[in-house]
């Protein structure tokens, strides 16, 4: 092996009572840009991996004063993720399998050979690399998360969250809009076993009908007009991770006794196949709709109910947990100064009492959208109070003014935008779903738009 080879220079412990095979070992590992430090005990080698940066450790099992296998032991305890590959003379099944047991990363056999040692410490630095990675990752996803408000309803969530991360159940996560489902579903996501795996979200009321079981189970190229290749669908995307079922309550009959199908067999037929493709899927549904009533309308079966309910979180609106308002403000402010590259802006403590009463339908989505307003028209660093209260008279609709009576027409119209903006604005600009939240056609509310002149990206 040429040394150019060798990706990474790091430092590299060399644990063995023998002097030969440690200057050995310490030519072919120096002439590869290892940086090499030697021990010939166990008690001196488990000093330098307690003081000093150690990426790897090479470790012989039979040595003096402290044995092999105890270094290891000891050593993992302290550096969890440092790797060890284990050198032996007494290369027996026994010794490598308890060196395994007791987290030895690899284990090679004296005499030693070059090509293959540095094969195995490139492996083993390169795993504990992409470890690293991935798990800086995953703390990148935490805070990008991140759940903000302390309320003791909240603690309750929170302590939800923990036992649902724990085990593969699948979850019902109720609550109004904007309170934070999705957030919620993410978390248990993210604080799972399967975190380093995909989380597929999916909205089953902004899916056509027809659509729906090709985009969950995918399709075989051919099986309907527009289906001109293969899809592997949701469930496919998300395996070995979870699925977060949105909306649910909106799926449809046949559907969901499609769905209970699925979940029953833990396999699933894309459209137009023969073949069932096995899944390990964990499944997170949510809903603002109460179920009960539907099953009682005949519009959700109540046998998926029970299965999909099994864990069940529901978020508490934001007007029943006021102290959770300025912690959510402050964070959302601080965020958006932040993402604009502003100075620190920072509210009055009068602006408190006016975020507190008021009824936020829109709970925590409409608090962030009215941060972010008042945030981009608050002309210094300091958010006064009769800002916010503009702004939230802004969004709440206004049918007219006392001054002066206008023709029918106009105060209908006045009132149709101010209604309409704030529906947008509380349902995060998303046509379709501020359709659904006023109950019109989204082809509908697209000509109204057009009609009032309003652009949902300005606002
Ligand atoms: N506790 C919280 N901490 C920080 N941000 C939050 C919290 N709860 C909600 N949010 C934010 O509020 C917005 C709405 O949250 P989310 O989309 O999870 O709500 P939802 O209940 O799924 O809403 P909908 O029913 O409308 O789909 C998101 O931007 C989310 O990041
Ligand atoms: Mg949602």
């Avoid at 330098?48 to 050593?75: A, M, S, W, Y």
Wanted: hydrophobic share 40%.
């Amino acid at each position: 092996m040429n040394p150019q080879d060798s990706q990474f220079h790091e430092t590299i412990l060399i644990v063995d009572d023998d002097t030969h095979v440690r200057e050995d070992l310490h030519e072919i590992l120096a002439y590869h840009k290892y940086t090499c430090v030697e021990a010939r005990d166990g008690k001196e080698a488990l000093q330098i991996i307690t003081n000093q940066p150690i990426d790897l450790v090479l470790l012989d099992l039979k040595l003096p004063r402290i044995d092999g296998l105890e270094v290891l032991k000891q050593g993992k305890q302290k550096k969890p993720d440092l790797p060890f590959i284990i050198i032996s003379g007494q290369g027996t099944i026994q010794a490598a399998v308890e060196a395994t047991k007791a987290g030895a990363f690899d284990f090679v056999e004296k005499p030693l050979d070059a090509d293959r040692i540095l094969l195995r410490i490139r492996n083993a630095l390169e795993k504990r690399h992409l470890q690293r990675e991935r798990d800086q990752l995953l703390q990148e996803a935490r805070n990008r998360y991140r759940m903000v408000g302390n309320s003791a309803r909240m603690q309750e969530v929170y302590a939800l969250i923990d036992r649902a991360a724990r085990v593969n159940s699948k979850v019902l996560i109720t609550g109004e809009s904007g309170t934070g489902k999705e957030l919620v579903a993410r978390a248990i996501h993210l604080n799972s076993k399967r975190a380093t795996h995909p989380f597929v979200p999916m909205n089953c009321s902004a899916i056509p009908d027809a659509l729906i079981e090709s985009e969950l189970f995918g399709h075989v190229k051919g099986s309907f007009t527009g289906a001109v290749s293969n899809y592997p669908g949701k469930f496919m995307a998300a395996n070995k991770g979870t699925l977060f079922l949105d909306e649910i309550g909106d799926m449809n009959m046949a559907m969901q006794a499609k769905l209970l199908r699925a979940m029953d067999d833990q396999a699933i037929f894309p459209v137009g196949g023969t073949e069932p493709h096995d899944i390990d899927v964990r499944i997170i549904c949510a809903t603002h709709k109460d179920l009960p009533t539907l099953i009682e309308e005949g519009r959700f079966r109540e046998d998926l109910y029970y299965r999909i309910n099994v864990i069940q979180i529901h978020l508490p609106p934001l007007r029943e947990r006021t102290e959770d308002i300025q912690p959510l403000a402050e964070f959302f402010l601080q965020e958006i100064c932040n993402r604009e590259g502003w100075p620190e802006k920072t509210f009055s403590p009068a602006v408190w009492p006016i975020l507190r009463t008021y009824h936020w339908p829109g709970n925590v989505r409409e608090l962030r959208n009215i941060v972010e307003r008042v945030a981009v028209i608050a002309p210094g660093t300091q958010i006064e109070a009769h800002l916010v209260t503009e702004v939230l008279e802004n969004v709440r609709p206004t049918p007219f003014e006392p001054e002066r009576i206008k023709p029918l027409r106009e105060a209908r119209q006045e009132f149709e935008r101010e209604y309409i903006r704030h529906a947008l604005i509380v349902n995060n600009k998303k046509i379709l779903a501020t359709a659904r939240a006023i109950g019109l056609q989204r082809s509908h509310l697209w000509k109204k738009l057009k009609q009032l002149g309003i652009n949902p990206k300005n606002l």
